[in-house]
């Protein structure tokens, strides 16, 4: 037969398992909280890298049009410099390095052209350009600092 202390301690066995599961319950529901929380933030992530992946795309496209016109800008001065040096050839664009359209209709002449005499381009000097100073400019002289005057180190 059963005795009253096997009951009271089935009561308390069946009380601590209880207690348990409602423990185990709520520790369930704060990890499946955390894991939507966590699927939500990696859905934002991978938008924002998706999103970042583009803009990289379009900086990469604009600093490849930026060196394309730098090196269209670069070929005219070049060839102005050319121009200078050779004075028979004559170039008045500055689009210099794409050829010119072909034209169809001939030209005639009356009477012979005076010889033009072209000036040649010189780039603009960048005097805040330390990196790459341009061999006009004179290069600095290192002297003593000036204790009258401030000086600022900005690197």
Do not use: W, Y
């Not at 121009?83 to 390095?97: D, E, F, I, R, V």
């Amino acid at each position: 037969m059963i005795s009253l202390d096997q009951v009271l301690l089935l009561e308390e066995k069946v009380e601590s398992a209880v207690a348990k599961i409602a423990q185990l319950n709520a520790e369930n529901a704060a990890l499946r909280s955390k894991c939507a929380e966590l699927t939500n933030a990696l859905s934002a992530k991978t938008e924002q890298f998706s999103n970042f992946q583009s803009d990289q795309g379009k900086i990469e496209a604009g600093i490849l049009k930026a060196l394309e016109r730098l090196d269209s800008v670069e070929n005219a001065i070049h060839q102005a410099g050319s121009t200078a040096a050779n004075p028979g050839q004559l170039n008045h664009s500055p689009q210099a390095a794409s050829p010119a359209p072909q034209q169809s209709a001939p030209v005639t002449q009356t009477a012979p052209a005076a010889p033009v005499e072209e000036k040649p381009v010189q780039a603009p000097v960048n005097t805040f350009d330390t990196m790459n100073p341009t061999p006009s400019a004179p290069a600095p002289q290192e002297s003593a600092p000036d204790s009258s005057q401030p000086t600022f180190d900005i690197f």
